[in-house]
């Protein structure tokens, strides 16, 4: 699966390059998330990670927006691949833990219904990983209100047309072996089989954790685990380069240097996500094209000789 990732792109604005993406070779489109948010329109872009509830609409687009998208994606044989905030939501001005006064009352009514305050310190212990927040407000996924919230909104999604699901911070869900059974409840209250999943596990070097989530969906990381063909990678990823601290280590490379990098990575693996950087037409250059079209050459050549 060849992936192209427009970041904080408007769902209206990505339909007249539909074309233009189906000619380089990718075969989905990862939006942005639809959530509405703690503060709307095109601020900070960290912001799209700060949702207020399970639903959909904000200002990337409404949901007659995403249903249309997904219409004229299909006609052209193109995948729409929803990236879902589960984990968190937005946060107080006062306190990065506390949800933000818009999240949903419902949501907000129960203690339960959030995760201990208190920041995962190291990031190699399983136990804070899964059970603390990530400087924001984290929810309960194994209480099965939220778990039950988070199904329905995913299931309204499917009905607008998405085939697939990148889960933000999936590394800071637990997993069967640590006793909770989100992903394999998760899954099969999906009203839709062939799904395209894939959960963010960065920076985890565990190929133990890495193999019991590829179990579940496809991984997107900095490591491999076990099955090459499990993992979603890429040379350059929105936080890479449009975080200001260490997390942004490609921002200053040429696009050129990207799609270069991007050419060698795929041969190696099935699965790559390319992030389309702001005011930046590299995606539609003849590198990523021949990138993108290795694949097919290759299942091509290993089916008719």
Not at 10 to 39: H, S
Not at 131 to 147: A, M, Q, T
Not at 152 to 176: Q, W
Request: proline content about 5%.
């Amino acid at each position: 699966m060849r992936i192209i990732h427009f970041f904080n792109w408007r769902l209206q604005d990505i339909i007249p390059n539909l074309d233009k993406v189906r000619e380089q070779g990718f075969e989905a489109i990862q939006i942005n998330p639809i959530q509405p948010l703690k503060e709307d329109g095109l601020k900070e872009w960290w912001m799209s990670y700060q949702p207020i509830d399970f639903a959909i609409g904000n200002y990337f687009g409404t949901k007659e927006d995403l249903i249309l998208l997904c219409q004229e994606a299909e006609k052209r044989e193109i995948r729409i691949f929803a990236d879902v905030v589960i984990n968190h939501m937005g946060s107080s001005p006062s306190d990065d833990l506390s949800p933000h006064p818009k999240v949903n009352p419902l949501l907000r009514s129960k203690e339960e219904y959030w995760r201990v305050r208190r920041r995962v310190e190291n990031w190699h212990d399983r136990r804070e990983v899964i059970h603390h927040c990530i400087n924001l407000p984290g929810l309960n996924v194994y209480h099965p209100d939220i778990e039950d919230r988070i199904v329905s909104f995913l299931n309204e999604l499917i009905d607008c047309g998405v085939t697939g699901f990148r889960f933000d911070a999936a590394k800071s869900i637990g997993l069967p072996s640590e006793g909770y059974r989100f992903w394999p409840n998760l899954i099969y209250r999906l009203k839709m089989y062939g799904l395209f999943l894939y959960g963010e596990v960065i920076f985890e070097e565990n190929r133990n954790v890495i193999d019991e989530y590829a179990d579940y969906m496809n991984v997107l990381g900095n490591y491999d685990g076990s099955n090459p063909s499990k993992m979603v990678k890429f040379v350059e990823s929105h936080d890479t380069f449009l975080s200001n601290d260490n997390m942004g280590y490609t921002r200053h490379l040429p696009s050129e240097t990207i799609a270069r990098s991007y050419r060698d990575l795929t041969p190696h693996y099935e699965h790559t996500l390319f992030y389309v950087r702001p005011w930046d037409d590299t995606w539609k250059g003849e590198e990523v094209r021949k990138a993108n079209l290795q694949k097919r050459e290759k299942e091509f050549v290993k089916r008719y000789g």
